[in-house]
Each structure stands twice: as structure tokens, then as C-alpha cells.
């Protein structure tokens, strides 16, 4: 009866092994796993970070100009003043971002899951829209 007890409970337990946790020192790269990371500050410019996982990541102030982000999953991430001027965002998932005072200034936005994100202060000129359109000189904040 012990031993059926304890093969149960090691046979269990394959199946409620913890969740594995983000590398927040992995390299940049296509899928890299950044979920609940700080990366405040950080010099990303140019990197591939094609369908990364960046849910909950503190990128403030962070250089994102001209990386390659479609795809990504930045869900309740916060960029406050994070240079994405240039970025590819196509597709990514924004859903809850902090992107006060971002630079997003020519980023490709086009497809977007923007809902309930802060665009307060958001430099938004030749940005593509979610929808397509080009932002027009001086937009900030919103889409114009």
C-alpha cells in the first residue's frame, strides 16, 4: 500500500513540476523567453527578438530603435521612455503596455493588440498604425 502511495505521488508530480522561469541573461534572439525581466536600460537596438516573450518586462528607457518585434508578447510590459523609434512591432502583443513618453516615432505598428495601452507622451510620427495608416507629423499620444 506504501509503495502504491509513493509511485501516485511520483507520478503526480511529473505533471505539477513548477513552471521553468525566463533566462533574463539570455542573449537576444528569435522565441528568447524574457517574461517578468528587468532589462531597464538596456541596448537592444537592432536586435532579432522575433516572437519573444517579454510579458511583464521593465524595459524604461530602454534602446529598442530599429529591433525586430513581430510577433512579440510585451503584454504588461512597461517602456516608459523606450526608444523604439524604427522597430518592427507587427503583430506584437501590447495589451496593458506602459509606453508613456515612448519614442515609436517610424515603428511599424501595423496589426497590433494595443488594447488598454498608454501611449501618454508617445512620439507617434510616421509610426504604421495597427490599422495601417501612416501617423502624421507631430502625433503624440495618438495616431493622426
Not at 4 to 29: D, H, K, R, W
Not at 67 to 88: E, H, I, Q, R
Not at 99 to 110: Q, T
Request: aromatic share 6%.
Amino acid at each position: 500500500m506504501k509503495f502504491a502511495t509513493l509511485l501516485t505521488a511520483a507520478a503526480l508530480s511529473l505533471f505539477t513540476a513548477a513552471p521553468a522561469m525566463a533566462a533574463c541573461t539570455e542573449p537576444a534572439g528569435h522565441g528568447v523567453d524574457w517574461s517578468e525581466c528587468n532589462l531597464q536600460g538596456a541596448n537592444l537596438s537592432g536586435a532579432n527578438l522575433n516572437s519573444a516573450r517579454m510579458s511583464r518586462v521593465n524595459l524604461t528607457g530602454a534602446n529598442l530603435s530599429g529591433a525586430d518585434l513581430p510577433y512579440a508578447n510585451l503584454a504588461l510590459s512597461v517602456l516608459y521612455f523606450a526608444d523604439l523609434n524604427g522597430a518592427n512591432l507587427r503583430n506584437a502583443m501590447l495589451t496593458w503596455a506602459d509606453l508613456r513618453g515612448a519614442d515609436l516615432r517610424n515603428a511599424d505598428l501595423y496589426n497590433a493588440d494595443m488594447a488598454y495601452t498608454d501611449l501618454r507622451g508617445a512620439l507617434l510620427s510616421g509610426a504604421t498604425w495597427i490599422g495601417g495608416q501612416i501617423c502624421a507629423e507631430g502625433s503624440i499620444d495618438v495616431c493622426r
